[in-house]
């Protein structure tokens, strides 16, 4: 069966079903949506470029910002990195390999966990990540690891639920994970529905729930006519969650998306799109399971969720000053040190260009920095935090 007659025969059985249920459908169904199909979704032959995508400095970045972190909380002897939708793992693989070139002391005592909803990327990511598996080895004899790996450093699960058990202290990072969550969408006529006509997909549109509202009363706007705005409920919830399981540690949320002071200034409210061979779509309903479904997330409904389960403060810079802050102290110097040719270190600059200047991802995209348990005045000397301290 096709996607797309999935998705009618459930408004058939139940009636228009909200956008959220249609993203849901179109990006995580078994078997046919998108994150769920064999396909590639990633790079330069897939939809869309990710962080990772655009070169391994951005895990080289993050490595040292996590190794920070992990003395702030005082060099503990075991700590936990959960990253939260690690697509392909090229984060995580430049995040070990580098800690394992310039941060040993936190390598050893760092446990990843990758949290991956898809079959088909979990897969992949074990494919990857088979000499790093818990339980996987490698090694001349039984117990004995081979020179230069590091078995057990790695753990796939496809929830939180099915983490294992966790350490005290942990890191939360997600980067590119809120914005693919699903979102209600809300109108000027009413919350969307998708309904059919014949065998088309429309739009129609009911009373909002309250849940949307009240959303939108706290943390949006509401939309004038002839405009939308969206309710990211599940990631409210999500970010419940993860405020839950850290005890002592941080939560690093990095997307594109904005703020509530932002949309008051002026932001466009709807911003629901898709991705699909690198080209985008403000129409959502060509294409149900092969393309990428995405909005922008808020990042003040983020803050204000995770502050209320218990966690502190909520920096929220961009990714220009999250990212130049961490480089500042050494110019980059670890950076560009493997660069032996001129082209090589010009491809390199243009990397990290692109990660860091407003024409890139350096303003279009946010961090929102939150911790627990952590001394305020450590996390104010993070690097990351250098240019929100200026």
Request: proline share 6%; charged share 25%.
């Amino acid at each position: 069966m096709e996607l797309r007659a999935r998705i009618a025969e459930e408004i058939r059985r139940h009636g228009p079903i909200p956008f959220s249920r249609y993203m849901e459908l179109c990006l995580y169904e078994p078997e046919l949506g998108y994150y769920s199909r064999a396909a590639e979704q990633f790079g330069k032959t897939g939809d869309f470029y990710t962080a990772s995508d655009v070169h391994g400095v951005f895990g080289k970045l993050l490595a040292r910002q996590f190794d920070e972190m992990w003395r702030a909380l005082g060099a503990p002897a075991r700590i936990a990195i959960i990253e939260l939708g690690p697509g392909r793992g090229l984060f995580a693989e430049d995040v070990l390999e580098w800690s394992k070139k310039k941060f040993p002391d936190f390598l050893e005592a760092l446990h990843y966990t990758l949290i991956e909803r898809s079959p088909q990327l979990s897969l992949r990511l074990r494919d990857r990540f088979a000499r790093y598996l818990e339980g996987q080895a490698p090694g001349p004899a039984p117990g004995t690891p081979a020179r230069g790996e590091m078995p057990g450093k790695i753990s796939i699960a496809g929830s939180l639920d099915e983490m294992p058990q966790l350490p005290a202290d942990l890191i939360v990072f997600a980067n590119e994970f809120f914005d693919a969550l699903p979102v209600e969408v809300i109108d000027s006529r009413g919350e969307l529905r998708i309904a059919l006509d014949g065998e088309g997909l429309v739009e129609s549109f009911a009373a909002p729930t309250p849940e949307a509202l009240a959303f939108l009363d706290r943390y949006g706007v509401h939309p004038q006519e002839n405009q939308r705005a969206e309710a990211t409920l599940a990631g409210v919830d999500y970010m419940r969650r993860i405020a839950g399981l850290v005890q002592r540690g941080f939560v690093v949320a990095i997307d594109y998306g904005y703020t509530r002071e932002e949309l008051l200034a002026g932001r466009p409210g709807s911003t629901v799109r898709a991705f699909r061979r690198h080209t985008i779509s403000y129409t959502p309903y060509e294409a149900p399971g092969e393309q990428d479904i995405t909005a922008n997330v808020n990042f003040t409904a983020l803050r204000e969720v995770g502050l209320a389960a218990g966690l502190d403060a909520g920096h929220i810079l961009t990714q220009a000053q999250f990212l130049m802050g961490i480089g500042e102290p050494n110019q980059f110097g670890d950076i560009f040190e493997d660069a032996k040719l001129p082209q090589e270190h010009i491809k390199l600059s243009l990397q990290l260009k692109h990660l860091v200047s407003p024409a890139g991802m350096g303003e279009y995209f946010q961090v929102l920095l939150m911790h627990r348990g952590v001394d305020k005045d450590l996390v104010r000397q993070l690097s990351g935090m250098t240019f929100a301290r200026k």
